[in-house]
């Protein structure tokens, strides 16, 4: 019996008899090659290249965040991209990086794949990594699903709070592990700061105060331009209205290291409140203890601009829970990323990414949980977690319910910008009372029947 059928089994027959469905590493040996985890990368441009499969050294904190790459229960098989010249860079690096264990100083087990569905398909592969842009997050993640893949997506999860529900309900469905990856919930400033909430170090939390960071200058309109050929354009379009290329919708050609351009544009992407609200609206949660709800009113205003890239930039929006704790966020052209968490005994505040953490009384950042509090310190790191929850069957720190309910907040935030209205929301059934228009805008339709699910 394979890794993967005992898993499938053991769950099955822990599920009858209603025990937890946790299989230990010694069940398999810690070094057995069967224990590792087999995965396919898809989408290997910045965020997938980079810091999913490569890691990444946050210098600040002394911190090594490990990519796939790095951790040994993991073992890359595929990689998947639209763009030939970026899969064939991350095909360089897995097979380079697993020559280096091999007695012989070579490897060649890592197979290119511009089909996502060619990866799905494979009986050999336990788990995927979608890296995509975010208008393909919930196709892809459907699809893994249904074929029993482990999933973790990139954040954003979703480009509607109906696209996520449907997503959240078929990973309940299969029963396959899953992750939203965000690096956020890790990192030792941001989860401190939402341990010392919870445990209560600043009294009753009282406000959430967020800034995003700022956006470029909106690009023009611009001309068409021939599709570059190492890019099926028509494939990265997907269930998206077809559009004449240029550079400045897609990606810039042969970087890895750049921002996409398709995240300044609405039909791809919703833009730095999706973006960095992922993170922010995650950790503010988490603090608010609320992560499997939401806030019920909102209202915001926000400039969108006529031109190609056009998601909503200089925004202000604010949010109040039924608890009483208000959350605000605003970008500005000058703004800089950052939390605050106020309460009726003080505050904390983290800047920036990794963080810097400071706090109105300084002691406050010394305090040590008790045994029975919240204690964050020893958080696997995100790639880290997702593939320790595949080996024992285990519930991920971020499951994709989270990242729903989080990119919620985005969402209706948008929606309240959109129609300049202060909208009463419910959180358990995710929609707006009494707004027909509103709740109108809850829905993001595939353009493309064939990717409809």
């Avoid at 822990?14 to 469905?21: H, Q």
């Avoid at 989860?191 to 009282?206: D, F, K, P, W």
């Avoid at 959350?327 to 505050?347: A, D, F, H, N, V």
Wanted: with cysteine; aromatic share 8%; hydrophobic share 35%.
């Amino acid at each position: 019996m394979n890794r993967r059928n005992f898993i499938e089994k053991s769950a099955a027959a822990a599920a009858m008899i209603g025990f937890p469905t946790i299989v230990p590493a010694s069940v398999f040996g810690k070094n057995a090659p069967s224990n590792r985890v087999t995965v396919g990368l898809i989408g290997t441009g910045r965020q997938g290249f980079g810091q999913n499969l490569q890691g990444a050294d946050l210098e600040t904190i002394s911190a090594r965040v490990p990519g796939l790459l790095e951790i040994p229960e993991a073992q890359i098989l595929a990689v998947c991209d639209v763009d030939s010249w970026r899969m064939a860079q991350a095909k360089q690096v897995v097979e380079t990086h697993y020559s280096k264990s091999k007695p012989g100083g070579a490897y060649k087990g890592c197979s290119e794949h511009q089909d996502f569905r060619e990866i799905i398909a494979r009986k050999d592969i336990d788990a995927v990594m979608i890296s995509t842009p975010d208008y393909w997050h919930v196709p892809m993640a459907m699809m893994a699903a249904r074929a029993k893949k482990h999933v973790s997506c990139e954040k954003p999860l979703s480009m509607s709070v109906h696209q996520g529900r449907d997503l959240v309900e078929a990973i309940k469905k299969y029963c396959i592990v899953n992750r939203t990856d965000s690096e956020f919930r890790s990192v030792r400033p941001q989860n401190h700061a939402v341990e010392l909430v919870r445990n209560g170090r600043i009294g009753q939390l009282q406000k959430v105060e967020i800034t995003f960071p700022s956006d470029p200058d909106p690009v023009p309109n611009q001309a068409d331009m021939p599709v570059p050929k190492e890019l099926n354009y028509d494939f990265w379009l997907g269930p998206m209205p077809y559009v004449p290329y240029t550079d400045m919708r897609v990606h810039t050609p042969f970087d890895l290291k750049k921002r996409p351009n398709w995240m300044r544009v609405d039909t791809y992407a919703q833009g730095m409140i999706s973006n960095w609200g992922a993170h922010y609206f995650d950790m503010a949660q988490w603090a608010n203890n609320s992560e499997y709800s939401g806030p019920v009113e909102v209202e915001g205003s926000g400039e969108f601009p006529k031109s190609l890239w056009n998601s909503m930039i200089n925004f202000q929006v604010s949010y109040r829970y039924a608890n009483g704790v208000e959350m605000t966020c605003q970008q500005t052209p000058t703004s800089k990323p950052g939390i605050r968490y106020t309460g009726s005994e003080g505050w904390i505040y983290v800047e920036g990414f990794p963080g810097a953490i400071t706090a109105g009384n300084p002691a406050i950042l010394n305090s040590k949980p008790t045994s029975s509090e919240l204690d964050l310190s020893k958080t696997l790191w995100d790639k880290a977690d997702f593939i320790e929850a595949v080996r024992t069957n285990r519930k991920t720190l971020e499951p994709l319910e989270v990242g729903h309910r989080t990119i919620s907040i985005s969402q209706i935030g948008l929606i309240a910008c959109q129609t300049g209205q202060k909208l009463k929301w419910n959180p358990e059934k995710e929609l707006f009372d009494g707004n027909n228009a509103a709740n109108a805008l809850l829905a993001a339709p595939l353009a493309r029947k064939e990717w409809v699910l």
